[in-house]
């Protein structure tokens, strides 16, 4: 079946703009998860959506990162007046809930570019 | 603040031979953990997921849990040119408002050489 997928690929932007990304998770997978991973680095939590609310959004940066998942599918990651701090590879991923073992799949990035 | 650390390597084995990735963790409440492959400039692939102490065997690859000692280790067995790849030691605390968070480690970066 389908996997996660996000768009665009690759964004590259100036610094002060708005962007959003978007994930399109597992069909079926009631929770999905953004995280960003920086060269060298393990990927970094930014938040957790559990249906169509945000159950853990405590990774978020600051107040210039927002995401919403109005119908419990789709997501999508909005960055309000980007810096170039903000380039990295952003992550989703997806997983079933309930249970005991939370496995997420992740999908294939969006690599940000801030110039 | 939630510690996963790995051994960032490289480490580089000869093709056949066992790799031996370790991993450990802070939190004592810690209660899922999971092992994934990255490939250069590709996403996290899940290999294997781990929350009981003991082993856990899928194929060459074998997941090793020891809560007491908050260690957590990966061995692939015949190891392959096309194990090469990153991977990572993500920890899950399954309980409370962190529920879903993961907590990755930095990575070991592997080579099997031929």
């Known amino acids: 079946g389908a996997g996660v997928s996000q768009t665009p690929s690759n964004k590259v932007t100036e610094k002060g703009k708005y962007v959003e990304l978007r994930c399109d998770p597992i069909s079926g997978h009631t929770a999905l998860y953004w995280y960003r991973q920086s060269l060298g680095q393990g990927p970094e939590f930014l938040i957790y959506?559990?249906?169509?609310?945000?159950?853990?959004d405590s990774g978020l940066p600051n107040d210039r990162f927002f995401a919403v998942r109005p119908e419990g599918s789709v997501s999508t990651l909005k960055i309000q007046r980007t810096e170039r701090g903000d380039s990295a590879v952003y992550l989703c991923?997806?997983?079933?809930?309930?249970?005991?073992?939370?496995?997420?799949?992740f999908g294939p990035g969006t690599r940000l570019t801030v110039t | 603040q939630k510690e996963v650390e790995q051994n960032s390597g490289p480490l580089s084995v000869p093709e056949g031979a066992i790799a031996s990735l370790n991993c450990t963790y802070s939190d004592r409440v810690s209660q899922s953990f999971f092992w994934y492959r990255q490939y250069s400039g590709k996403s996290p692939e899940l290999i294997m997921s781990i929350y009981s102490n003991g082993d856990k065997e899928d194929g060459r690859f074998t997941a090793q849990l020891n809560k007491a000692s908050q260690y957590v280790s990966l061995l692939i067995r015949d190891s392959q040119p096309s194990d090469s790849a990153t991977y990572l030691c993500a920890v899950n605390e399954g309980r409370g408002s962190t529920l879903g968070r993961l907590y990755f480690g930095r990575g070991t970066q592997l080579t099997v050489w031929p």
């Open positions: 959506f559990q249906g169509t609310g945000a159950a853990d």
């Open positions: 991923a997806s997983s079933l809930t309930g249970g005991f073992v939370y496995e997420q799949y």
